[in-house]
């Protein structure tokens, strides 16, 4: 995999950021992690390096939900990215029993067990 097909960074808070990739399938996954600039690094070579955390402030939060709402609107939604709408390669459906041939061959007439 190259890289991610979307992303985004945040406008307020620094370091935020949330990625959609193409999964091998057809569909997509999303990533997002919030870094920072270590300047506590005894290595001078490394002061400044960037690190990830999973400490978040509260408005940290309400802005990665905000991105993470843009990313997945940018899934569902083919217009966004500018392309043709494609079928998923398996689309889930909901069965019921009286969609197998099995349970349509059984009535409640055919039913001898009384309650």
């Known amino acids: 995999m190259a890289g991610p097909v979307f992303k985004l960074k945040g406008k307020h808070a620094r370091g935020l950021a949330v990625a959609v990739w ?6 997509h996954y999303l990533t997002w992690e919030k870094s920072y600039r270590d300047k506590q690094v005894t290595d001078p070579q490394a002061k400044g390096a960037w690190k990830s955390t999973g400490i978040y402030f509260p408005e940290e939060v309400k802005e990665h939900i905000d991105m993470l709402n843009q990313a ?3 899934i569902n939604n083919p217009d966004i990215r500018g392309i043709e709408k494609r079928e998923a390669p398996h689309t889930p ?8 041939p099995y349970f349509q061959a059984l009535s409640n007439e055919d039913d001898d067990i009384q309650f």
């Open 22 to 27: 193409e999964s091998r399938n057809g569909g």
């Open 93 to 100: 459906t909901r069965v019921t029993p009286s969609d197998i």
């Open 72 to 74: 997945l609107e940018w």
